[in-house]
T-cell receptor, first 113, second 117 residues
Framework: GEDVEQSLFLSVREGDSSVINCTYT??????LYWYKQEPGAGLQLLTY?????DMKQDQRLTVLLNKKDKHLSLRIADTQTGDSAIYFC?????????????FGAGTRLAVHP | DADVTQTPRNRITKTGKRIMLECSQT?????MYWYRQDPGLGLRLIYY???????NKGEISDGYSVSRQAQAKFSLSLESAIPNQTALYFC????????????????FGPGTRLTVL
């Protein structure tokens, strides 16, 4: 995860918005992903954004991409206790015939009443 | 994702033992991957396979080997386990998609927690 950086921890109050930030290094990345990992579970694909887009919205999730600054964010509206998990940002680099994923270390989101 | 299953889910073993982790998928994807997850490090790629006859090393393949028995099965072996291989191991699959749309999104299994004493 040395090329993709995320803050390690975020605490929010239930009902507030959460914003998880990520910076990446490869300007040629084609896709950027957000995965969610709940305790004891695998990685669940939340959403992804193509590098020629600057925003993608899917229900409570909004992804913003600033390609100039190589900055990606995930906003969760009306955060619920069920959103408590680790969120991984990943950039893809198309090389050798496939999209190699480079993961950040993950941001642990804690939602409190 | 129930379409990608891993066995066992948890395993405790001793240094020097041979261990095999299994991955099966019903997604019909040709591409399969093995990652390990360590706290604070995210996921790192161990091996990947584009089809049964195409297997490639990832960034941390030392101490590991793999076998692609069929399109749906990809096994990871630790020939002689050591304590620093204690980690959470994930299998993933992907489909390159339509020509010109190279999303190649990866879908992950539930993970195997391996402890080497």
């Amino acid at each position: 995860g040395e090329d993709v950086e995320q803050s390690l921890f975020l605490s929010v109050r239930e009902g507030d918005s959460s914003v998880i930030n990520c910076t990446y290094t490869d300007s040629s990345s084609t896709y950027l992903y957000w995965y969610k990992q709940e305790p004891g579970a695998g990685l669940q694909l939340l959403t992804y954004i193509f590098s020629n887009m600057d925003m993608k919205q899917d229900q409570r999730l909004t992804v913003l991409l600033n390609k100039k600054d190589k900055h990606l964010s995930l906003r969760i509206a009306d955060t619920q206790t069920g959103d408590s998990a680790i969120y991984f940002c990943a950039e893809s680099r198309f090389s050798g015939g496939y999209n190699k994923l480079i993961f950040g270390a993950g941001t642990r989101l804690a939602v409190h009443p | 994702d129930a379409d990608v299953t891993q066995t066992p889910r948890n395993r405790i073993t001793k240094t020097g033992k041979r261990i095999m982790l299994e991955c099966s998928q019903t997604k019909g994807h040709d591409r399969m991957y093995w990652y390990r997850q360590d706290p604070g490090l995210g996921l790192r790629l161990i091996y990947y396979s584009f089809d049964v006859k195409d297997i490639n090393k990832g960034e941390i393949s030392d101490g590991y080997s793999v076998s692609r028995q069929a399109q749906a099965k990809f096994s990871l072996s630790l020939e002689s386990a050591i304590p620093n291989q204690t980690a959470l191991y994930f299998c993933a699959t992907s489909d390159p998609g339509l020509a010109g749309y190279q999303t190649d999104t990866q879908y992950f299994g539930p993970g195997t927690r391996l402890t080497v004493l």
